[in-house]
């Protein structure tokens, strides 16, 4: 079974742009989350989606949004793009339900905003 | 807000050593999982534990769960050059709540 892959797996921007990350699950996982990883703050939670519904949001600001498509795949966008948004943005996916809820990662996509 | 403690944050030994790292909360999580992430790379889980108490091992890895499940430890045995990399402890409050809450990590790096 393949495993979750994103795309692209290294992106250079500048200040003030936006920029789309794709995510595709495992097949047959329902749930993708995303996360921010940085050598500071860790990995730290965005948002899950669950049959193209947001369930629940960490404390990001509006700037940071997502959405999953029927086919489980997800994307997340990042508009004006700051340079403390220079990270490692890594998706997991699940099978959706909340005992356990173990979470497999994706190689992640690395972000650098110049 | 819930938040997991890990502890020490990095960690140099030579192969051959133990080791325990741990994963501290003031919070009760219904799940907790391990996972090593390599330098380029995501997460990879290694366990999960569940129960108050339980014990799990993974070859040369022992998983512990405190009773209370508010912590949890790893301890490696003869740690081999392999073992290098970020662990990380993350907590699954469980209900409807579906996110998992992850600690900073312990940075292993094993010398041959």
Request: with cysteine; glycine share 12%; hydrophobic share 30%.
């Amino acid at each position: 079974k393949a495993g979750v892959t994103q795309t692209p797996r290294y992106l250079i921007k500048t200040r003030g742009q936006q920029v789309t990350l794709s995510c595709s699950p495992i097949s047959g996982h329902r749930s993708v989350s995303w996360y921010q990883q940085t050598p500071g703050q860790g990995l730290q939670f965005l948002f899950e989606y669950f049959s193209e519904t947001q369930r629940n949001k960490g404390n990001f600001p509006g700037r940071f949004s997502g959405r999953q498509f029927s086919n489980s795949r997800s994307e997340m966008n990042v508009s004006t793009l700051e340079l403390g948004d220079s990270a490692l943005y890594l998706c997991a996916s699940s099978w959706g339900g909340a005992n356990y809820n173990e979470q497999f990662f994706g190689p992640g996509t690395r972000l650098t905003v110049l | 807000t819930q938040l997991l403690e890990q502890s020490p944050q990095f960690l140099s030994i030579q192969e051959g050593e133990n080791l325990t790292v741990y994963c501290n909360s003031s919070s009760v999580f219904s799940s907790l999982q391990w996972y090593r992430q390599e330098p380029g790379e995501g997460p990879v889980l290694l366990v999960t534990v569940v129960t108050g108490g339980e014990v799990k091992k993974l070859k040369r890895l022992t998983f512990q769960f405190g009773d209370a499940r508010k912590d949890s430890s790893l301890h490696i045995t003869a740690a081999q050059p392999g073992d290098t990399g970020l662990y990380l402890c993350a907590g699954n409050s469980g209900g409807s709540n579906y996110k998992l809450t992850f600690g900073k990590g312990t940075l292993l790096t094993v010398n041959p």
